[in-house]
């Protein structure tokens, strides 16, 4: 029975430990370089459920008295937004940029790889001008696919700031939403809080 108790404490000690001297993620671009901040993504980014000028996008702007460009599509995939990449992002002089996309592939039923094979691509693309990338991701749990943890992986391995669930306490409460998928007013605030939050060391 001592012998027993030895181990289990020894073990706790152990975890303990790596908890407490674990290395967090780094993150590719703490200091950035170029010059605007771009929310890329889906009808999340473009505001569909909004009022005029209440989208995430417009509030960030409001939070921290900067001037953001909306880049947002709705029905927008991983794929169509890797087509216009170029055009939407990298030729905007990008130092943060903001990511809500994977929501419509999950809709669709495109396969993860194929939609985390394009993500990444998009978020290499973006670093390698030397901006930081900040993801939105989404994770419905059951209904997920594994996407909740396709996005941790992958900004774990590229080193980009991970929101693990944009959609957290907001999907399925109607107070908060404008309809079954997208946000109100008052759920974008919070959606924009949350990205406060994340780019405010960067800033």
Not at 146 to 175: D, H, Q, R, T
Request: a positive charge.
């Amino acid at each position: 029975m001592k012998k027993i108790i030895v181990l289990l404490s020894l073990g706790l000690v152990v975890f303990l430990g790596y908890r407490l001297f674990q290395t967090p993620p780094k993150i590719t671009n703490t200091n950035p370089s170029g010059e605007n901040i771009v929310c890329f993504g889906d009808s999340l980014t473009s505001g569909i459920g909004a009022t005029i000028s209440m989208d995430y996008p417009s509030q960030l702007s409001k939070m921290i008295s900067k001037p953001i460009i909306n880049a947002g599509v709705p029905g927008a995939t991983t794929a169509k937004a890797l087509i216009r990449l170029e055009k939407d992002v990298l030729s905007q002089s990008p130092r943060i940029v903001l990511i809500t996309l994977g929501g419509n592939d999950l809709k669709n039923g495109v396969p993860r790889e194929m939609a985390f094979h394009n993500l990444r691509i998009i978020v290499k693309s973006i670093q390698d001008q030397g901006a930081l990338v900040v993801v939105g991701g989404i994770d419905m749990d059951i209904w997920g696919k594994g996407f909740g943890k396709a996005y941790k992986e992958l900004c774990s391995e590229l080193g980009a700031v991970l929101i693990p669930n944009i959609f957290k306490g907001i999907m399925g409460n109607p107070k908060l939403m404008s309809d079954r998928i997208h946000p109100n007013d008052e759920g974008y605030a919070i959606m924009a809080q949350r990205f406060h939050e994340a780019i405010k060391p960067y800033l």
